[in-house]
């Protein structure tokens, strides 16, 4: 297992994103609620570019005790990437693909060391 | 500034003033002492779409706020109220559709057969039909002559300029204005032959129907010419039935797949199938999904109800199986659903790969590479063996030459 710099800790904006090449691996590092987290960059779906896309918040859907739809929200907890390909929504603390949670994108391991992050491959 | 008049002349006016533009209003208003009078103008206009930019910030909902914003980025700056957050981008998560005017190219090529070539040579598609996106509608357009002359504006755009640019790695198959079977004649006899024109296409976002007496001399020009006929298939929120739903994915869901199974039962309960026996007819962008359920349907109704169907010398199923289907968007999720399906349709002799890049829900080669049911045979019949046979293309460097006549698909 090898450590492979990604960058500095002051070079990540809460939201920023960054995709570091390690041999074969294609790795999306994300710095959001102020932790950072690795994936693969291969979408589960057709193997696109699962995250190079948006970010943007899940999506979801306030239902009251009476079972009435009271609209979409944006939730105010839960992260998520997108595969700018088709759409395929990542949950960004997991890797889980967020239609169907039993498919996961590779999680890589972050090492911080002073101000510097690496991904250990 | 200049307006187009007749037959391309530019004729010279001021720039608008609109203060200028009513001075004799003016006049009218001083000759009558009009100021003297209290008038109230009881209906005015403005253009509310000019200022999208400061009105959308204030719409409540988060959500449908950024769908519909990120549906204006740049190039898309236009919404129509009552389409607004039709975005198949969903709000710009399909990163392509806000950033396309961005892409650079070429000023001294053809856009479209630039940006084609990006994508085909990443995909290593080797030939592509190319199809309209918008003009897919053309045939919701209430008056006749604007179809007929969009469709023949457009398929010489694509015959003239276009198709040949691309060096013959793309053809078409033309839009049919299907409203006006005369002008559909008039069309497939005038751009039939030309280099590239593979077919033509029918939108089947319509009712009219198939079947009727004044398209069989359209359908049989066609079939005289060696030429197919495809059904490309469309969403449509407006569709009475749709207007249920509350949801992109309902109406793309259900409307892609509704549209051609109207017009295929049309088709084969009508005998089409026996009248136009050699006509190659294609089914385009409906997924696969529909195929074993309307085979299923209608052989069961027909067992029953035969006399309603007289032209038909073997079941429905049969005649569909007669045909060919476009893959895209294969419904992938259930692999035992679509090995079946596949046998069903006989995939290895009717299914023809199609990508429907760039739209949101394009299919890679892989889908069809990667199933671990097919043979190689199907895998390159599918892929591009069927299609070479039908389009007569030939191929483009020795191994793909190998290929096609090792599984009899070597046809140009």
């Keep these: 297992m090898a450590e492979s710099f990604v960058g500095k800790v002051a070079d990540f904006n809460e939201g ?10 294609e790795i999306g590092v994300f710095r959001e609620g102020g932790e950072f987290h690795a994936y693969s960059n291969y979408c589960l779906h057709q193997g696109g570019p699962a995250c190079e896309g948006l970010t943007i918040a899940k999506v979801e859907e306030r239902i009251m005790p009476d079972k009435t739809s009271r609209g979409l929200y944006f939730s105010e907890t839960e992260m998520h990437f997108v595969c700018p390909w088709h759409g395929y929504e990542y949950d960004v603390k997991t890797g889980e693909c967020v239609s169907d949670r039993k498919l996961k994108l590779r999680k890589y391991k972050i090492v911080q060391k002073g101000d510097q992050i690496y991904v250990v491959v | ?47 509310e779409n000019e200022n999208f930019d400061q009105i959308l910030p204030f719409m409540e909902n988060d959500v449908l706020r950024q769908v519909t914003m990120a549906g204006r980025r740049s190039g898309r700056r236009s919404i129509v109220p009552s389409q607004a957050g039709f975005t198949q981008d969903m709000g710009g998560r399909v990163t ?35 199809f309209p996106t918008g003009m897919l509608n053309i045939g919701l357009h209430p008056q006749k002559e604007m179809e007929n002359d969009l469709c023949w504006a457009y398929n010489r755009w694509l015959t003239e300029r276009v198709l040949p640019e691309s060096g013959g790695r793309m053809y078409s198959a033309l839009s049919l204005p299907f409203s006006d079977p005369a002008e559909c ?77 109207l017009h295929c039962t049309n088709w084969v309960i009508n005998g089409m199938g026996e009248r136009f026996r050699k006509l190659p007819v294609i089914w385009i962008e409906a997924g696969l999904a529909w195929i074993p359920f309307l085979m299923q349907r209608l052989d069961n109704e027909y067992m029953m109800r035969p006399s309603e169907a007289p032209l038909l010398k073997k079941k429905p199923s049969e005649y569909m199986r007669d045909m060919y289907y476009s893959s895209q968007p294969i419904e992938i999720q259930d692999r035992g659903a679509l090995e079946c399906t596949f046998r069903m349709m006989d995939a290895e002799n009717r299914l023809l790969y199609a990508s429907d890049y760039p739209h949101w829900d394009f299919d890679l080669p892989s889908t069809i590479y990667d199933l671990p049911f097919l ?34 698909n070597l046809a140009a």
């Design chain 2, 185 to 261: 004649l008039r069309q497939v006899e005038t751009f039939g032959d030309r280099k590239g024109v593979s077919g033509f296409m029918v939108t089947t976002v319509r009712t009219l129907p198939v079947y009727d007496n004044a398209y069989m001399k359209v359908y049989r020009a066609m079939e005289e010419r060696g030429l197919s006929l495809s059904f490309h298939s469309g969403p449509n929120w407006q569709e009475p039935v749709f207007r249920s739903c509350n949801r992109f994915i309902s109406v793309h869901a259900l409307g892609f797949s509704f549209y051609n199974i």
């Design chain 2, 375 to 408: 043979s190689e045979k199907a895998k390159h019949n599918i892929l591009g063996g069927t299609a070479a046979r039908l389009f007569k293309l030939p191929p483009r460097n020795e191994k793909q030459r190998q290929n096609l006549a090792k599984f009899g």
């Design chain 2, 1 to 47: 500034m200049e307006l187009i008049a007749e037959r391309g002349r530019r004729v010279s006016v001021d720039e608008l003033n609109t203060t200028k533009l009513l001075a004799h209003a003016r006049q009218q208003a001083v000759k009558r002492k009009l100021d003297d009078i209290l008038i109230v103008d009881c209906d005015a206009h403005h253009y």
């Design chain 1, 16 to 25: 920023d994103r960054r995709i570091v090449f390690v041999g074969d691996h």
């Design chain 2, 96 to 130: 392509r559709y806000p950033l396309r005017p961005t892409e650079k190219t070429d000023p001294d090529r053809i856009r479209d057969v630039v940006l084609g070539e990006r994508w085909m040579d990443a995909m290593s598609v080797d030939y592509s039909c190319l």
